[in-house]
């Protein structure tokens, strides 16, 4: 049984997939989307990876960032595109929306961790050097690691 963590964007799309009995991170990695492409088929791109992984891992739930923004409505709104691919292609599985400070506060113990923050709780919680991955492949694993420990604990996917 897995749990797919996912960090939307179209430019950078962070994944990972959690095995929930194990809890040990089966795969991660960022799509990364070419700037010379149209939105448009910067977003095809994403499907498509996105339905790769939906297909090799069959997860029972995903995990992905509530959405916030303050500012720079265009990229909100990209984003908010980007989100909806997601969305649309596991439209058939249970989608758990986390608030980043909670994601942050079982990662870390505080909910306003800073992303350095996060990077070295997960490398002493994985027992591995995380020093080169990207910020977006960090967040989806710790949204994934966040799923999969709430799946096991409270049951949250009423599975």
């Known amino acids: 049984m897995t ?5 939307v964007g179209y430019d950078r799309c962070g994944f990972a997939v959690v095995d929930v009995n194990t809890m040990n991170v089966m795969d991660s990695g960022v799509i990364l989307t070419d700037r010379e492409l149209s939105f ?4 095809r791109v994403l499907r498509e990876d996105m339905l790769y992984i939906q297909n090799k891992y069959f997860p029972v739930g995903v995990c992905i960032e509530k959405l916030f923004f303050y500012r720079r409505n265009k990229v909100f709104e990209k984003i908010c595109m980007s ?13 758990y929306e986390i608030e980043p400070s909670k ?3 079982d990662i870390t113990g505080f909910g ?25 492949e960090l967040d989806a694993i710790s949204l994934a690691l966040y799923g999969a420990q709430n799946t096991r604990l409270s049951n949250f996917l009423h599975i």
């Open 103 to 105: 994601m942050k506060k």
């Open 40 to 43: 448009i088929k910067r977003l």
């Open 3 to 7: 749990i797919l963590g996912i960090d």
């Open 83 to 95: 989100k909806g691919v997601v969305l649309e292609i596991f439209a058939d599985t249970v989608i």
């Open 112 to 136: 306003k961790a800073t992303k350095e923050d996060i990077k070295k709780a997960l490398s002493l919680r994985l027992g591995v050097n995380l020093e080169d991955y990207i910020d977006d």
